[in-house]
């Protein structure tokens, strides 16, 4: 699923090409993928693009006369730049949006079609659609440990809940809580001042961090991502996806705990004091403390 390094790296790279253009035509493949009725889609063609921004893990583009809408790509939804009025493969592509200099393409390659499309009168009636999370990059110290005490929960599922924070998935949180060294089954509640600060500045750094490297790699928006290049599992990443290989700062195996849908990466010496967390038996015990799909942690 795009998380909040991605879809940064979709606006950078959507701004310079939508933005002052007036959307000349829109079209559905699935009758599913809409999820509103009024507005209709077809009353945002012939206006402006003022705006590009992020709403969560949501992309929302506001126009000239108030209205927008607002994309959720979910876990496999991916956009696509083409040439205008470049021919689509109908069964991957939910839409389409032309532009005088380029077409917009929301596709879906798995067969669970979970993305969404909504449209609405106002960018203040989209912000209906944010589960309520505070931003991560823009959260203070403070404001961080307001968020993260709210309930007592692991650090995974605190992390990773969009009611807490406001665009971390399973990805970047292995990320952070591997940069923090803390594990992830320790109880928000239980850090210290000392651990709440170091995974504070763990989730400001992995997240910029990560953010201002794919836009560099895309050349500020030059270049757009294309099939597989928006991806949860990168070569670079130190705990998520690496399941088996060597932890790059002690060297021992990453290990996992799996629980339906989910899987957590993450160092048994780096992150627990040498000790390996049961599979099984613990994601068991975690019963709603631990995301059962991808949906419940989004919603």
Same mark, same amino acid.
């Given at each position: 699923?795009?998380?909040?390094?991605?879809?940064?790296?979709?606006?950078?790279?959507?701004?310079?090409?939508?933005?002052?253009?007036?959307?000349?035509?829109?079209?559905?493949?699935?009758?599913?993928?809409?999820? =509103?009725?009024?507005?209709?889609?077809?009353? #945002? $063609?012939?206006? &402006?693009?003022?705006?590009?921004? %992020?709403? !969560?893990?949501? +992309?929302?583009?506001?126009?000239?006369?108030?209205?927008?809408?607002?994309?959720?790509?979910?876990?496999?939804?991916?956009?696509?730049?083409?040439?205008?009025?470049?021919?689509?493969?109908?069964?991957?592509?939910?839409? =389409?949006?032309?532009?005088?200099?380029?077409? #917009? $393409?929301?596709? &879906?390659?798995?067969?669970?079609? %979970?993305? !969404?499309?909504? +449209?609405?009168?106002?960018?203040?009636?989209?912000?209906?659609?944010?589960?309520?999370?505070?931003?991560?990059?823009?959260?203070?110290?403070?404001?961080?440990?307001?968020?993260?005490?709210?309930?007592?929960?692991?650090?995974?599922?605190?992390?990773?809940?969009?009611?807490?924070?406001?665009?971390?998935?399973?990805?970047?949180?292995?990320?952070?809580?591997?940069?923090?060294?803390?594990?992830?089954?320790?109880?928000?509640?239980?850090?210290?001042?000392?651990?709440?600060?170091?995974?504070?500045?763990?989730?400001?750094?992995?997240?910029?961090?990560?953010?201002?490297?794919?836009?560099?790699?895309?050349?500020?928006?030059?270049?757009?991502?294309?099939?597989?290049?928006?991806?949860?599992?990168?070569?670079?990443?130190?705990?998520?996806?690496?399941?088996?290989?060597?932890?790059?700062?002690?060297?021992?195996?990453?290990?996992?705990?799996?629980?339906?849908?989910?899987?957590?990466?993450?160092?048994?010496?780096?992150?627990?004091?040498?000790?390996?967390?049961?599979?099984?038996?613990?994601?068991?015990?975690?019963?709603?403390?631990?995301?059962?799909?991808?949906?419940?942690?989004?919603?």
């Amino acid at each position: 699923m795009p998380e909040l390094p991605d879809i940064e790296l979709y606006l950078a790279c959507l701004r310079p090409r939508v933005v002052g253009q007036p959307l000349l035509s829109v079209r559905t493949f699935n009758p599913f993928v809409l999820r =509103t009725v009024s507005p209709t889609l077809e009353e #945002l $063609v012939g206006h &402006e693009v003022v705006a590009v921004r %992020r709403i !969560g893990k949501r +992309v929302a583009f506001e126009f000239d006369d108030g209205k927008c809408t607002v994309i959720h790509l979910m876990v496999s939804g991916r956009f696509r730049w083409t040439e205008a009025g470049a021919t689509v493969v109908r069964k991957t592509t939910h839409a =389409t949006w032309g532009f005088h200099d380029g077409q #917009l $393409v929301l596709t &879906e390659m798995s067969s669970k079609k %979970r993305a !969404g499309i909504w +449209v609405f009168a106002s960018i203040a009636d989209a912000e209906s659609l944010n589960a309520g999370g505070i931003d991560p990059l823009a959260a203070t110290l403070k404001e961080f440990a307001v968020a993260l005490h709210g309930e007592n929960r692991t650090l995974k599922r605190a992390l990773t809940n969009p009611r807490t924070f406001s665009g971390i998935g399973n990805a970047y949180s292995d990320e952070i809580l591997h940069t923090a060294g803390l594990s992830p089954l320790r109880l928000t509640q239980s850090l210290t001042e000392e651990e709440l600060s170091r995974l504070h500045e763990a989730t400001q750094i992995t997240l910029t961090t990560w953010r201002d490297r794919l836009i560099a790699e895309f050349k500020n928006g030059e270049k757009f991502p294309g099939a597989g290049q928006v991806t949860a599992f990168r070569p670079e990443f130190a705990a998520h996806g690496k399941y088996g290989q060597p932890c790059p700062v002690c060297g021992k195996p990453i290990q996992r705990i799996v629980y339906a849908e989910n899987e957590t990466n993450y160092c048994a010496v780096c992150q627990n004091g040498g000790k390996i967390l049961a599979d099984r038996s613990l994601s068991r015990l975690l019963k709603d403390d631990w995301p059962r799909s991808f949906a419940e942690e989004e919603n």
